[in-house]
């Protein structure tokens, strides 16, 4: 028993840094938008909280996916809202080739840094197939 109170303390001590927190105050809206430049679907999605992604939707030839994404000026921090308004972590946002789109992703380069954002600023980006891989600039 007295091992497990130190680990116990540990896991509560480490609850904080990942309660991200509720809804948007305090944080500026960003639009991502990924315009489908090639001849087949794409799929973007979001890596959260280490071992977590959300799938931010798909998008045919001409199309494109969009999401609303939130940054903390404070800190840097990027956050997508779920639902109930809780803030999801983001990680690491990509596309790929629909139905394969982790093994043929290409990162979408996010800003993280502390300091005033441009309310309603887009992050977009173009995507098209190179090869067996989709790359976004």
């Given at each position: 028993?007295?091992?497990?109170?130190?680990?116990?303390?540990?896991?509560l001590?480490?609850?904080?840094?990942?309660?991200?927190?509720?809804?948007?105050?305090?944080?500026?809206?960003?639009?991502?938008?990924?315009?489908?430049?090639?001849?087949?679907?794409?799929?973007?999605?979001?890596?959260?909280?280490?071992?977590?992604?959300?799938?931010?939707?798909?998008?045919?030839?001409?199309?494109?996916?969009?999401?609303?994404?939130?940054?903390?000026?404070?800190?840097?921090?990027?956050?997508?809202?779920?639902d109930?308004?809780?803030?999801?972590?983001?990680?690491?946002?990509?596309?790929?080739?629909?139905g394969?789109?982790?093994?043929?992703?290409?990162?979408?380069?996010?800003?993280?840094?502390?300091?005033?954002?441009?309310?309603?600023?887009?992050?977009?980006?173009?995507?098209?197939?190179d090869?067996?891989?989709?790359?976004?600039?």
């Amino acid at each position: 028993m007295i091992r497990f109170l130190p680990s116990f303390a540990l896991v509560l001590a480490a609850l904080p840094a990942f309660a991200a927190g509720h809804g948007p105050d305090g944080l500026t809206e960003r639009v991502f938008r990924a315009e489908n430049r090639g001849d087949g679907r794409i799929a973007c999605g979001a890596a959260i909280a280490h071992w977590y992604s959300v799938d931010l939707g798909q998008a045919g030839p001409g199309g494109a996916v969009s999401a609303r994404l939130w940054f903390d000026p404070a800190g840097g921090a990027v956050y997508l809202l779920n639902d109930k308004q809780d803030r999801l972590p983001v990680e690491a946002l990509w596309c790929g080739v629909a139905g394969r789109s982790w093994a043929t992703r290409s990162p979408i380069d996010l800003p993280r840094h502390a300091g005033p954002v441009a309310a309603g600023a887009a992050i977009a980006v173009d995507c098209a197939p190179d090869g067996d891989r989709l790359v976004c600039r």
